[in-house]
């Protein structure tokens, strides 16, 4: 088994920001759910998606997902390399102009290149991605699609994770070709927006003037880093604050010259992630859903994907804080995520990448609740399967340094694999 001390985050499907579903039975397809697949619930429009957050959970924290669960994944691939949302015949072709999607793809790739043993459909579905890429370096959420930044910062994650830079592929030949990087960054508000939207991105380059979508921002966020769902640990940062833009024209008056813009993906990044710390230190620690027509209400996916992208930039201070959040009994995360493969995939995660323990995350134990709703993994890390009572033997033997209920390791993120969140059907309202 090839296992990475990773992290994720992405997005194709409203799976992830609905509440529980219920708890899948014995892998024997007596409850409908096909063979190896992950959740109960109808995978119609997120099995693609929630089957590969759950592999690469898993593969993140040491379990080896079973064969079958990596078996039905793989065989949910197109002829051409592409995956769609699902497959429930997958004797019949996929519809190359429509019923593939550069989100499901990439996720797929990111997660069988994760596990191992998949090299040819891992080297087809990312054939298929260079094959969508747009003119302008970037990818929308179909193939042809106008350039959005979750799928664009999707597919920068899978390029990512089969060791390609992103900064290399460039679409089209010469010096007019443009990079995914110059997709993602043209989609970033920049000097001349308001100062409270500063360095968000926006969901795609709408009509009129772009605007700040706080999923987006921590898609990108990650994405302007090199990094997919699954990146190395390299050890703990100092707990600076991201560095917002620089927006004062050298003047001592110091207001905006209205022209300040990232410049490079770095610094994109960056001044990403101050935004999503300033929002999130305005709503108690965490994002509120950015769907048209939803009440005010917590997006805990979104949180999920903004604590990883927080720790891939070595914040850890600042990604602390939406963690314990998290993990609070009265913040409603536990009710939202239980029997959901995907959210309770995100929720590991993020809980990785900050350092916490995922089998003990605010009592309860992730991970076993994670592999409870799929088949029986191959093997689990030593230790690490939890008795009931919702800690480890292995949290229990060392129940200290703990800070506010999260357990801090010695890594936090820095190199190697893109996060993603953004639910389906949340995007299709978007695009109305």
Not at 28 to 55: I, N
Not at 238 to 266: F, I, M, V
Not at 370 to 383: F, I, M, Q, R, Y
Request: hydrophobic fraction near 40%.
């Amino acid at each position: 088994m090839n296992i990475r001390r990773s992290v994720a985050a992405l997005s194709l499907c409203a799976a992830l920001g609905v509440a529980a579903a219920p708890a899948a039975v014995a892998d024997d397809g007596s409850a409908g759910r096909p063979e190896g697949l992950y959740g109960a619930k109808d995978p119609k429009f997120d099995g693609v998606w929630r089957q590969s957050l759950a592999l690469l959970a898993q593969d993140a924290v040491g379990v080896t997902p079973a064969k079958s669960a990596i078996d039905w994944l793989a065989g949910q691939s197109c002829a051409d390399g592409g995956f769609a949302a699902y497959r429930a015949d997958t004797s019949k072709a996929c519809d190359p102009k429509k019923g593939e999607f550069t989100d499901a793809t990439s996720a797929a790739v990111q997660a069988l290149a994760a596990v191992g043993g998949r090299a040819e459909v891992v080297e087809k579905g990312i054939g298929w991605l260079k094959r969508h890429q747009n003119d302008d370096g970037g990818w929308g959420m179909n193939p042809g699609g106008p350039s959005d930044a979750n799928s664009t910062s999707a597919a920068i994650g899978a390029l990512a994770a089969t060791g390609q830079d992103p900064a290399e592929l460039t679409s089209g030949s010469g010096e007019d070709g443009k990079t995914p990087y110059d997709a993602l960054l043209g989609l970033q508000l920049d000097c001349s927006a308001k100062a409270e939207e500063r360095g968000a991105f926006a969901y795609t380059a709408a009509k009129g003037k772009p605007v700040a979508n706080e999923l987006a921002t921590a898609s990108a966020a990650l994405a302007a880093q090199g990094k997919g769902f699954v990146f190395e640990t390299v050890g703990k940062d100092n707990g600076a604050d991201p560095e917002p833009l620089s927006c004062t024209n050298g003047k001592s008056d110091g207001k905006p010259d209205g022209k300040g813009k990232a410049g490079t993906p770095k610094a994109a990044a960056e001044a990403a992630l101050a935004h999503l710390s300033r929002v999130m230190s305005d709503t108690g620690a965490h994002l509120k859903s950015a769907l048209p027509g939803a009440e005010d209400q917590p997006d805990f996916g979104g949180t999920a994907d903004a604590i990883v992208a927080l720790a891939a930039g070595e914040h850890s201070a600042v990604a602390g804080k939406p963690l314990q959040w998290l993990q609070g009994k009265d913040s409603g995360t536990a009710a939202w995520a239980k029997g959901d493969p995907g959210a309770l995939a995100k929720l590991i995660l993020a809980a990785h990448a900050a350092g916490a323990d995922p089998h003990d995350f605010g009592g309860a134990d992730l991970v076993q609740q994670l592999n409870a709703t799929g088949p029986k993994p191959e093997a689990t890390a030593a230790g690490a399967e939890s008795d009931g009572d919702g800690k480890s033997e292995e949290k229990k033997k060392d129940d200290s340094g703990g800070i506010g209920g999260v357990w801090w390791t010695v890594g936090v993120c820095a190199i190697a694999g893109v996060g993603i969140g953004f639910l389906l059907s949340g995007r299709k309202k978007q695009q109305l």
